[in-house]
């Protein structure tokens, strides 16, 4: 698959778990992106890393932990999460400083925290 | 920080009228306004975007304004069509644009 990619595309994890989403950019982008979309509320900003260093931190609690590796991957380790923190977890990719500044998204990860 | 607001929330319409969907923003530094569609079970995907040096861009049905002044913008679709039906994000950037701020999104609903 080209583009963005990412897995696993579903996951159902215990409040105790410790898991990780990974996702990989095929685009040779220099800027990565973790969103969260709930229903019925705004895509939420995460975390960016541009060049590999992370330049945004959104208020993010800690159970959420982002790895950028290189540039064309980027994790999001979860651990001790809450039920409200099921939502669809979304990665994005764009070429920083570069028109049209478009964000790639990925096809998602749709968690589910029990 | 930035604000954005989308309204509304969800739109039905018959196939053939015209859409529009309304943003309102409170940064004044914004100078970037991308329009996402997710269609069901998709990702989001840029279809149309205007900065703040142009008030109107259109590409064949689809259209965005903006108005500095007011802060808002608008995305605009005549001719609808059933494939239009999806749910459309706005969004606000200033000049770093790795920060995007999107609206609660537009549920459209074209029915044929």
């Known amino acids: 698959e080209t583009g963005v990619t990412q897995t696993p595309r579903h996951l159902v994890m215990g409040m105790t778990n410790k898991k990780s989403l990974k996702c990989e950019q095929h685009?040779?982008?220099?800027?990565m992106y973790w969103y969260k979309q709930s229903a019925k509320k705004p895509l939420e900003l995460m975390f960016v890393?541009?060049?590999?260093?992370?330049?945004e931190n959104n208020s993010v609690p800690s159970r959420f932990s982002p790895e950028c590796p290189n540039s064309s991957h980027l994790f999001l380790h979860l651990h001790t999460l809450q039920p409200e923190d099921s939502a669809l977890y979304l990665c994005?990719?764009?070429?920083?400083?570069?028109?049209?500044?478009?964000?790639?998204f990925g096809p998602g990860t749709r968690l589910t925290v029990t | 920080g930035e604000n954005v607001e989308q309204h509304p929330s969800t739109l039905s319409v018959q196939e053939g009228d015209s859409a529009v969907i309304k943003c309102t923003y409170s940064?004044?530094?914004?100078?970037?306004f991308p329009w996402y569609k997710q269609e069901l079970g998709k990702r989001p995907q840029l279809i149309i975007d205007?900065?703040?040096?142009?008030g109107e861009k259109k590409d064949q049905r689809i259209a965005v304004t903006l108005n500095k002044t007011a802060k808002h913008f608008s995305l605009h679709i005549t001719e609808t069509q059933p494939e239009d039906s999806a749910v459309y994000f706005c969004?606000?950037?200033?000049?770093?644009?790795?920060?995007?701020?999107f609206g609660s999104g537009t549920k459209l609903n074209v029915k044929p």
């Open positions: 994005a990719s764009s070429q920083e400083g570069s028109l049209p500044y478009e964000q790639y």
């Open positions: 685009l040779g982008h220099n800027a």
């Open positions: 890393y541009s060049l590999e260093e992370r330049v």
């Open positions: 940064d004044s530094a914004s100078n970037y």
């Open positions: 205007i900065r703040s040096n142009v």
């Open positions: 969004a606000a950037s200033n000049n770093n644009f790795n920060k995007f701020y």
